[in-house]
């Protein structure tokens, strides 16, 4: 038995149409989704890669800062170093302040001399082989001081009224907290001329009513005794391990 169809073909048609066209709208939106998502992972993915290339940047710079803070710090190092090796880690005003304080007024230094000695140098006791420091500026720079750890002499050259003023000198460079090893270098007997001058020319600025006999000119010069003196003794600021 043959089926007969009643349906035309234009509808038949249009129904396939229908079908393709929904089965390509179900596809292009399968794509569309597969295509937001591929976009969100990406933009996260584009995100995260920002994030290390900044943290990547930043550890840079951090590493740069690091090695100039590094460079600053070893030359700072550097300077700390020469400082502590020209340092003479002595205060001269104070020690010339217990000079005074230690010297009598019957005693008149003509000299003091700070002696720069190197720990180590066993020439350093050898007259010449050491540097002397002195308060004033010299044209030529040949001596200068040691580096590193140094103990200083004082050398202190004058005269005194009686060999006894040196004596108790020493005594108080001795009891003295500033000083040590304290060793007199020589102390010899002197003479000096002390003049007469008429009167009225005692001090300076100071004019005194002269007698009815007057003198202009000095009779004689009269020989005074005095005691030249040298010592020497080192700065009590270091102790020997």
């Known amino acids: 038995m043959k089926e007969i169809d009643f349906l035309p073909g234009w509808y038949k048609n249009g129904r396939r149409r229908q079908v393709g066209y929904r089965t390509q709208y179900v596809a292009l939106g399968g794509v569309l989704v597969v295509m937001v998502v591929w976009n969100f992972i990406a933009a996260n993915s584009i995100s995260k890669a ?7 940047a930043s550890a840079q710079t951090s590493s740069r800062e690091f090695a100039d803070f590094k460079t600053q710090i070893a030359k700072l190092q550097k300077q700390a170093r ?47 082989s050491s540097s002397v420091a002195r308060a ?21 050259h004058g ?8 004596a108790a000198l020493i005594c108080k460079l001795e009891d003295s907290p500033y000083f040590c090893q304290v060793v007199p ?5 002197a003479e000096v001329k002390a003049a007469n001058y008429p009167a009225g020319q005692g001090n300076a600025g100071q004019r005194e009513e002269a007698p009815d006999t007057r003198e202009s000119v000095r009779d004689s010069d009269k020989s005074v005794q005095i005691s030249e003196f040298e010592i020497s003794c080192y ?3 270091y102790r020997e391990q």
């Open 235 to 237: 700065i009590a600021n």
């Open 136 to 156: 004033v500026l010299t044209q030529s720079i040949e001596k200068q001081a040691p580096l590193g750890d140094v103990r200083f002499k004082v050398v202190v």
């Open 50 to 56: 920002k994030a290390q290339l900044a943290q990547v």
């Open 82 to 128: 020469s400082i502590e090796q020209i340092d003479s880690n002595i205060d001269v005003a104070s020690v010339l302040g217990e000079l005074g304080h230690l010297i009598d007024k019957k005693i008149v230094l003509s000299k003091v001399e700070f002696v720069a000695e190197k720990f180590a140098d066993k020439q350093a006791a050898v007259p010449g």
């Open 185 to 189: 270098s020589f102390s010899r007997n």
């Open 159 to 166: 005269i005194a009224a009686q060999a006894g003023d040196v």
